[in-house]
């Protein structure tokens, strides 16, 4: 059973850093194409980055420069590194499996003074 499941998410001031993981089990996250989401408050869920098996990546224009998405494969798990983080980021962080069109329960980042 594919399934996918996210942690890392908390309060954290203007400015600071979190890093996000998504654990992945009943496939090899390696072999799939993999993406995060956020779904701010009262806002439709929105893509932010892809991490291709190859380990190519892209990210959407208001996160880069700032967000790093990687992924450790001993583990299977891939990771989001977000700095600089600013009021906007704020909401759920979804991880997304394309294949299987799997999602994690979310979670919640909240950046605030």
Request: with cysteine; hydrophobic share 30%.
């Amino acid at each position: 059973q594919v399934h996918l499941a996210e942690s890392g998410g908390d309060l954290v001031q203007p400015g600071g850093s979190l890093r996000l993981s998504c654990a992945g089990s009943g496939f090899s996250l390696s072999d799939e194409i993999m993406t995060w989401h956020r779904q701010a408050p009262g806002k439709a869920r929105e893509w932010g980055e892809t991490l291709w098996p190859g380990g190519a990546t892209i990210y959407t224009p208001s996160v880069q420069g700032r967000f790093t998405i990687s992924r450790d494969d001993a583990k299977n798990t891939m990771y989001l590194q977000l700095n600089s983080l600013q009021p906007e980021d704020t909401g759920v962080y979804l991880c997304h499996e394309a294949r299987y069109s799997t999602w994690g329960q979310g979670t919640q980042v909240t950046v605030s003074s």
